[in-house]
Nanobody
Framework: QVQLVESGGGLVQPGGSLRLSCTVS????????MGWYRQAPGKQRELVVA???????NYADSVKGRFTISRDNAKNTLYLQMNSLKPEDAAVYYC???????????WGQGTQVTVSS
C-alpha cells in the first residue's frame, strides 16, 4: 500500500519561508493528481494547491504568488515552497494523492506549520 509522509513543517516568523516535502513510499506515478491541503484549528480542511501528472496546477487565491508546488519524480517526492508566510498560513498541512486510474485517495499524516513572531 502506498503511503505519503510529509516533513518540513515548523515555526517560522512572518515573512519567512519553509519547504514542505511529501515522500511517496511507492511510485509518485501511482497518483494522477496530488496536492497540498491545510487545516487550521476550528476550520475546514482546504485546498492549497493541486497538480496533475501533466503539470497543470490549481492554486488557492490566498497563496498565489507566494507558494509553489513542485515534484522530483526520481525521488518520488512532492514539494511545497512557501514564501512570505503570514500568520493566517498557520495550519497542519497535508499531502493528498488521487490514484491515476481510480478515485482512490491517500492522505499523509500532516505536518504543522506555525507562523508567529
Amino acid at each position: 500500500q502506498v503511503q505519503l509522509v510529509e516533513s518540513g513543517g515548523g515555526l517560522v516568523q512572518p515573512g519567512g519561508s519553509l519547504r514542505l516535502s511529501c515522500t511517496v513510499s511507492g511510485s509518485i506515478f501511482s497518483f494522477g493528481r496530488m496536492g497540498w491541503y491545510r487545516q487550521a484549528p476550528g476550520k475546514q480542511r482546504e485546498l492549497v494547491v493541486a497538480v496533475t501528472n501533466g503539470g497543470r496546477t490549481n492554486y488557492a487565491d490566498s497563496v498565489k504568488g507566494r507558494f509553489t508546488i513542485s515534484r522530483d519524480n526520481a525521488k518520488n517526492t512532492l514539494y511545497l515552497q512557501m514564501n512570505s508566510l503570514k500568520p493566517e498560513d498557520a495550519a497542519v498541512y497535508y499531502c493528498r494523492g488521487i490514484a491515476a486510474f481510480s478515485d482512490d485517495e491517500c492522505w499523509g499524516q500532516g505536518t504543522q506549520v506555525t507562523v508567529s513572531s
